[in-house]
């Protein structure tokens, strides 16, 4: 599953040579849904729009164009590849916006999780009115997480993938960033300490960056989606560890199920 780091790839990806790209000549439906039905306006809307900027907010890629800002989440499978020239049609295209400079956008989504939207300027966007701070940005703090976290039992890990106080947290990196913080994922989210929010808060921020860093490599590979494998595998330090030492004490490193996930700590490291 594409996951924050693997979406802002895809954003810089995209986002290079915007400004040549010239308007939308011609918008192809292969079908008339993903996971959710296409705008029926979708077609006649967008062609003739300039794409201005591409934006992330949460997993979203958020393209801005004159008149609207068109929305579109990866699900599970979703990616996206640039041609120029002919269409060279793929099993599982759904979804091509070919441009006035001859190049062409092609979304591609074998499960089709994924699902597309349009919003006319200026108007409220519902799939954004719930959603926590992005984690890498300030208002993203320990004093926020620790007060947040108050009066609130459940364990810490399904706290922090909760898209409502934080988003973009994925199973791996809630597994990873508590490893380092050294904060058990099955603990009370109430009973958090302000030194273990601090932690965890840092933890997580690093762990993203990290995985920004290595350029969401991941995004090729979609063989095992469900699976989450193939996501920054090469640096994990304890997903996917179970039976095998903590780098830290040695001990075998647990493996758990939280809200249907595959949890990795090590009991003797997180407390
Ligand atoms: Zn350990």
């Known amino acids: ?78 990616a996206w590849r640039q041609e120029t020239g002919d269409h060279q049609k793929q099993p599982h295209d759904h979804f091509r916006v070919s441009f006035e400079s001859g190049r062409s956008w092609v979304y591609r989504d074998p499960r089709r999780f994924g699902y597309m939207d349009l919003i006319k300027k200026g108007s409220s966007i519902v799939w954004f009115e719930h959603l926590g701070p992005e984690p890498l940005e300030s208002s993203f703090s320990s004093e926020y997480l620790f007060q947040k976290s108050r009066n609130k039992k459940a364990p810490i890990k399904n706290f922090i993938m909760d898209q409502k106080v934080v988003v973009g947290v994925g199973n791996i990196y809630a597994s990873e960033a508590l490893y380092m913080a050294r904060v058990k994922p099955s603990k009370a989210s109430h009973r958090l300490t302000r030194k273990q929010a601090e932690l965890l808060v840092s933890s997580i921020k690093m762990v993203l960056k990290k995985a920004l860093k290595s350029g969401g490599s991941s995004i090729r590979d979609y063989k095992n989606a469900d699976a989450e494998m193939g996501y920054f595998q090469q640096s994990l330090k304890v997903y996917d560890r179970a039976g095998k030492p903590c780098f830290s004490c040695k001990k075998p490193i647990k493996k758990i199920t939280q809200a249907g996930r595959s949890t990795f700590y090590c009991s003797n490291c997180q407390v």
């Open 1 to 78: 599953m594409p996951e924050l780091p693997e979406v802002e790839t895809v954003k810089l990806g995209l986002s290079k040579n915007l400004e040549t790209l010239g308007r939308i000549e011609q918008v192809k439906l292969f079908r008339k849904d993903l996971r959710f039905e296409f705008p029926k306006k979708m077609k006649n809307a967008l062609e003739g729009q300039k794409i201005l900027s591409i934006s992330r907010r949460a997993k979203y890629l958020v393209f801005e164009t004159q008149d609207y800002v068109w929305l579109c989440h990866l699900g599970m499978t979703g």
